[in-house]
């Protein structure tokens, strides 16, 4: 005899036929496995009963009063029933069965099938495996509909810390954009006024993609920011950032940076380049620069030095500032795109204003790789007027 099932773990069973005496048999059939049991007499009544609540199981019929022989009826109820519940394990039955019309109900949704008239131990056996099936289905699909909303808060909260309009300079256009090759970036951008003269602009990338990637990140931008309000030297900056992030990162999850300060009273651009790729300032007269002062990538080492390099900015200088998804997306001959491509671009349109040549560079990186990048990319362009 069957142990009794407490209430809350009793499969609920939906069976569907248009013939009484069918369901009560199915009923009887079922009996000691204390199934949760209710009946629809058609379509419509179906269709009602899973809109209404949820079941584990439904066993219905293929055949129903419009047509008792082709199984149509049937196979458009199917249909029906999946767009209401798309994780419901659906078990088929009819008296007309044939391998073609029961491919055909597993293609519609069904998970087995069963003909009339039924071995009681076969149909049992096929709905407690549905049964169990769907358990494991519909918890798979509730993680995954969690684990979706989780990257999709923790995308607009990594969208949040970005900056949301670029500061207005006296003499100085800028223009940024940072593309992430998936759903978190391992890039960062900032540009963030520090006192009434002075601002701060820094560009990362962290080594790794994804969640890991995008958490290191995440402590990078909160540093940064905490940071910003004691105006500090570029080299002191990156000291204290170094600490917070050897502190915080696991051994090899490293970030190169490059942080710069731009004292619009005067032009004075004094920077350090943690291990980033070098900026390229083009020069009116075509001539280029590269800002590769600095030192090692921040993260790795607690003792970490470095130098501070300065320029004098001039008008109608364009800083290009840019992580390695830009020069290192590839076309479809695997060659990269490379920083000397960029830099002969710059150069090229440096009398473009800072939003013009930044969708320039974009869109020339973009063709080139045959429409996407494969990594996080991130650009900002500086036109000093």
Aim: a negative charge; proline letters at 4%.
């Amino acid at each position: 005899m069957a142990t009794a099932t407490p209430l809350a773990e009793r499969p609920r069973l939906l069976i569907a036929d248009d013939q009484q005496d069918i369901r009560d048999a199915l009923k009887l059939a079922l009996r000691e496995d204390n199934f949760l049991i209710e009946v629809a007499g058609s379509p419509a009544a179906v269709l009602e009963l899973i809109r209404k609540q949820r079941f584990d199981a439904a066993l219905l019929d293929l055949n129903y009063a419009r047509d008792t022989t082709s199984g149509g009826e049937g196979i458009e109820l199917l249909e029906q029933v999946r767009l209401i519940d798309e994780q419901l394990p659906i078990v088929v039955m009819t008296a007309w069965g044939s391998v073609e019309l029961a491919v055909e109900a597993m293609q519609r949704g069904a998970g087995d099938f069963v003909q009339k008239p039924w071995d009681n131990t076969t149909l049992r056996r096929i709905l407690r495996t549905q049964i169990a099936r769907g358990v494991a289905r519909r918890e798979l699909h509730s993680r995954t509909r969690a684990q979706q909303r989780e990257w999709t808060e923790a995308q607009a909260t990594q969208q949040a810390l970005l900056p949301r309009s670029l500061p207005s300079l006296p003499g100085i256009e800028l223009a940024a954009v940072c593309r992430p090759a998936g759903e978190l970036a391992g890039d960062y951008y900032d540009i963030r006024p520090m006192t009434a003269e002075r601002v701060l602009l820094c560009i990362g990338d962290v080594a790794g993609k994804g969640a890991p990637a995008a958490l290191v990140m995440a402590n990078l931008q909160a540093a940064v920011k905490a940071l910003s309000d004691e105006d500090l030297a570029p080299i002191e900056l990156c000291r204290r950032v170094n600490r917070v992030l050897c502190g915080n990162c696991e051994e090899g999850r490293f970030v190169t940076f490059f942080c710069a300060v731009l004292d619009t009273s005067d032009r004075t651009l004094r920077y350090v380049n943690a291990g980033h790729n070098p900026p390229i300032v083009a020069k009116p007269n075509g001539s280029m620069l590269k800002l590769g002062d600095g030192g090692p990538v921040l993260g790795e080492f607690p003792d970490w030095s470095a130098a501070q390099g300065e320029i004098q900015l001039a008008a109608g200088d364009r800083i290009i500032l840019y992580t390695d998804g830009i020069t290192e997306a590839a076309n479809t001959a695997g060659d990269e795109y490379g920083a000397e491509r960029l830099g002969a671009l710059a150069c090229a349109y440096r009398h473009e204003n800072a939003t013009d040549l930044h969708a320039r560079v974009m869109a020339d990186a973009i063709r080139f790789a045959g429409g996407a990048f494969n990594d996080d990319a991130t650009l900002l362009v500086l036109a000093a007027l």
